[in-house]
Structures are given as C-alpha cells and as structure tokens.
C-alpha cells in the first residue's frame, strides 16, 4: 500500500473512533438524564407517600378523638 492509502485509511480509523467516542459520551448523557429523571419520580413518590402517610395518621388521630368524645358523651 502507499501512504496515501495508509493516511486515509488512519484518518478513517481516527473518524470511526472519534464517532465511537461521540455515541458513548451520548448514551452516557442519556443514561445520566434517565437516572435523574426517575430519581425525581421517586422523590415525587416519597413525598406523596408522606403525605398520605401523615393523613391517615391525621384521620386516625381524628377517629380516636370523636370515639372517645361520644364515650363520654354516652356516659
């Protein structure tokens, strides 16, 4: 081969590594885009979980009062 062939089949080689290169950097965005995105959907799912966690304890807090209020209401 002469070195015009082996200097464009170099810079081809370099073009394909450069492409490689440029599609991992992209899955790995991709991948890291992803993870945030459902690290927020899981924040969002704690959060409400609390929420409704709370109000249960809210309402149960709430059922125990009214029945010891007719109790002693009864008696």
Known sequence: MDSNK???MKTLQEAVDNLEGLMMRLKLKM???NL???KERLIKLM???KEEKE???HKERMTQWNEKLEEE???
Do not use: H, T
Request: avoid cysteine; aromatic fraction near 0%; hydrophobic fraction near 15%.
């Open 36 to 38: 945030k995105n459902m």
């Open 55 to 57: 109000d249960n304890e």
């Open 73 to 75: 209401e009864e008696n």
């Open 6 to 8: 082996i200097d464009k």
């Open 47 to 49: 959060k409400q979980e």
């Open 31 to 33: 991948e890291i885009n």
